[in-house]
């Protein structure tokens, strides 16, 4: 049983450039949540998906930064025009039911020359 | 000794020893807290939780004890092995039950254990 993929491991983009981070739930689970993890810092959350709904996205940034989580495929978190600041790691995680235990991938560092 | 330095405090331990790591929770109303061990590179990795009905819980070399008087956690690790250096963060779910469990996250401490 697969655990939480998420791709690309590492991405390197440009000052207004957009990114694109991927997340694969285990299998059977249908939360999805994203965290952004600054160096030496606590994971601090994002936004939380269901299949097709968005159910809290109070830590997300209004401009620029938008999830989906689509009824077929992974859930995507999208930054546009990046910048420097939005140089992170950014953890997915997921959980059979919209309580308890959440299982963590292994991150996507997004790197903005 | 546990120190407090520029970036995440740092617990120093003699292998074998045990440790003792601390964590204050914001949130009165918290109800599930998780403790997870994140190694270098690595996403979280899920410890050990509790829920708030109960002040002390035991896994394999770990136990959680909670005291919602003073809003804190504590992590115990028996005879520490080299294998449990990582930063240790604690979590507490913070979400209401229309919006689901959102996990807000302590700041760490980075366990070394010495040979």
């Known amino acids: 049983n697969a655990g939480v993929m998420q791709n690309p491991r590492h991405l390197v983009r440009r000052r207004g450039q957009e990114a694109r981070l991927r997340c694969s739930p285990m299998?059977?689970?249908?939360?999805v949540y994203w965290y952004r993890q600054l160096p030496e810092e606590g994971l601090k959350f994002m936004v939380y998906?269901?299949?097709?709904?968005?159910i809290d996205e109070s830590g997300m940034p209004k401009e620029r930064f938008s999830a989906e989580f689509p009824k077929e495929g992974p859930s995507i978190l999208r930054i546009q025009q990046v910048v420097r600041g939005d140089s992170a790691a950014y953890f997915c995680a997921s959980s059979p039911w919209g309580f308890g235990e959440q299982f963590f991938g292994p991150g996507t560092r997004l790197t903005v020359l | 000794g546990e120190s407090v330095g520029l970036h995440l405090p740092t617990l120093s331990v003699q292998e074998g020893d045990n440790s003792i790591i601390n964590c204050a929770y914001s949130n009165s109303a918290s109800d599930y807290f998780i403790w997870y061990k994140q190694e270098s590179g690595k996403g979280p990795q899920f410890i050990i939780d509790?829920?708030?009905?109960?002040d002390k819980r035991q896994g394999q070399r770990v136990t959680v004890l909670l005291n919602k008087t003073v809003k804190h956690l504590s992590l115990q690790i028996a005879a520490t092995q080299p294998g449990d250096s990582a930063v240790y963060f604690c979590?507490?779910?913070?979400?209401?039950?229309?919006?689901?469990?959102?996990?807000?996250f302590g700041g760490g401490t980075r366990l070394m254990v010495k040979p």
């Open positions: 998906l269901q299949k097709e709904n968005i």
């Open positions: 509790i829920r708030s009905n109960m």
């Open positions: 979590a507490e779910i913070t979400g209401n039950n229309n919006a689901g469990n959102m996990l807000t």
């Open positions: 299998k059977g689970h249908s939360h």
